[in-house]
C-alpha cells in the first residue's frame, strides 16, 4: 500500500491539491493508495494571535493523529510520500522509522528558512532529527527553487530528484485581450515576508486611472478598511476554480511581491499559475531569486526590485512594457504531467 500524507485535507491548499492529483494518477495505473490527511480548523476573527494559535493546533493534530496511524495502519511493506511540514513532523519520522521499517519519500514543500538557519538550541535539535529521516528515506523530491538551499544547508550528500510543482489550471498561450482600464491582480498570501502593502500604499497616491483586484485574510481588513473609499480597489472573496481562472484571465497584470529579505529560493505557487496562463507579471522582488531566474526565461513581466516603490513615471513604465508584444515561453519544469509521471513512477518502483 502507498500512503500519501498531508497535514490538511482544506481543498484552497495548494500540496494537498497536488496529493489529489497523485492520487488520481496512482490508482489510473491500478496502484493501491490512499490519502490520510487531517481536517484543519480556521480562525475567522481579525486577531493575530488566534490565527497563530490555531495554525499551532492543527500542527498539533496533525503530529498526534499521524503518530497514531503509523502505529496502528502502516506496515512495513507499505511506502509512504510526505509533505515536509510541519518541521517537528521530522521528530515523529524520527520515532516511526526506528520501529517500522517502511519506506519514506518526502516530498519538499516547505523549506520553513527562517525556523532552520536560526541558531537557537531547538531548531540544532530539529535539524539532528531531520538529518537522521533524509538519509534514511528512499527517495526526496524537491523543486528546482530548492536544490541550492538544500545544498547550502546540509554538509551531507542528499540523494533528490527534482520534481517542479504544476499549475492547477490548463495552459494558454494567449495573446489575452487587454481592457479600457489596466487591472491589476493579487491574489497570494499576504504575510511578514511580502511587500505589497506597501506597493498598495503607493498605488493609492497616484493619480492613475486602474483596477486593482486584491485577496486577504480577515486579519488585514483594518488596512484594507482605509482603501475601501478608493474604488479602484476592489477585494475578492473566496472564488470556485472556474471563477478564479476567469477572473486570473480578466487581469492585464499579475503581481508577485516579496521584501528583501525574503529567501531566494522561495517560490509562490501563484507565479506558477499566472506563468502558464501567459499572464504578464509585475515581480516586485529580488534580482537573485530563483523566480527572477525563471521570469527572465519567460520574458513577459517588469521587475521592480523589492525596495523600490511605484512612481507615475515607472507605472507608465510598466503599462509600456505590458503594451509591448512579447511572446512567451513555455516553461516545462511546471509541466504538471512530467512531474506526476516522474512522482509515481519512484513511488512505485
Known amino acids: 500500500m502507498i500512503y500519501l500524507v498531508h497535514r490538511t485535507n482544506n481543498r484552497e491548499n495548494t500540496v494537498f491539491r497536488y496529493i489529489k492529483d497523485i492520487e488520481y494518477e496512482l490508482k489510473k495505473e491500478n496502484i493501491k493508495c490512499e490519502v490520510i490527511c487531517t481536517k484543519s480548523y480556521f480562525n475567522n476573527s481579525n486577531n493575530l494571535f488566534l490565527d497563530l494559535f490555531f495554525k499551532n493546533i492543527n500542527y498539533l493534530y496533525f503530529l498526534i493523529f499521524i503518530s497514531w496511524m503509523s502505529f496502528i495502519k502502516f506496515k512495513s511493506s507499505d511506502r509512504i510520500l510526505i509533505t515536509s511540514d510541519p518541521p517537528f513532523f521530522y521528530v515523529i519520522l524520527h520515532f516511526i522509522l526506528m520501529f517500522k521499517k517502511i519506506e519514506v519519500i518526502i516530498w519538499w514543500q516547505d523549506l520553513f528558512p527562517e525556523t532552520f538557519t536560526t541558531k537557537k538550541p531547538i531548531v540544532k535539535l530539529l535539524n539532528y532529527f531531520r538529518k537522521n529521516v533524509i538519509i534514511k528515506c528512499k527517495n526526496i523530491f524537491i523543486s528546482p527553487d530548492q536544490k541550492g538551499y538544500i545544498s547550502k544547508m546540509h554538509n551531507f550528500k542528499i540523494d533528490h530528484i527534482i520534481c517542479s510543482n504544476w499549475s492547477l489550471f490548463s495552459y494558454n498561450k494567449g495573446p489575452s485581450k487587454r481592457n479600457d482600464i489596466i487591472k491589476f491582480g493579487y491574489l497570494g498570501n499576504i504575510s511578514i515576508s511580502h511587500n505589497i502593502i506597501n506597493l498598495i500604499n503607493r498605488l493609492k497616491e497616484l493619480d492613475k ?14 488596512f484594507f478598511e482605509k482603501i475601501n473609499t478608493d ?7 473566496y472564488l470556485d476554480d472556474l471563477e478564479f481562472e476567469k477572473l486570473i484571465d480578466s487581469l492585464d497584470i499579475c503581481i508577485v511581491s516579496e521584501k528583501r529579505f525574503q529567501n531566494n529560493y522561495l517560490f509562490p505557487s501563484k507565479a506558477i499559475t499566472y506563468i502558464f496562463k501567459s499572464k504578464f507579471i509585475l515581480y516586485h522582488g529580488n534580482l537573485d531569486s530563483f523566480l527572477h531566474k525563471i521570469l527572465k526565461k ?3 513581466f517588469f521587475f521592480l526590485n523589492s525596495d523600490d516603490l511605484i512612481s507615475s513615471e515607472v507605472f507608465d513604465n510598466i503599462l509600456k512594457k505590458y503594451n509591448e508584444d512579447i511572446d512567451t515561453v513555455y516553461i516545462d519544469e511546471f509541466d504538471k504531467m512530467v512531474s506526476l509521471k516522474k512522482i509515481v513512477k519512484y513511488i512505485f518502483h
Do not use: T, W
Open 231 to 237: 474604488s479602484r480597489f476592489i477585494k475578492i472573496n
Open 209 to 222: 486611472k486602474f483596477e486593482f483586484f486584491i485577496s486577504y485574510k480577515k486579519r488585514y481588513s483594518k
Open 298 to 300: 519567460y520574458k513577459k
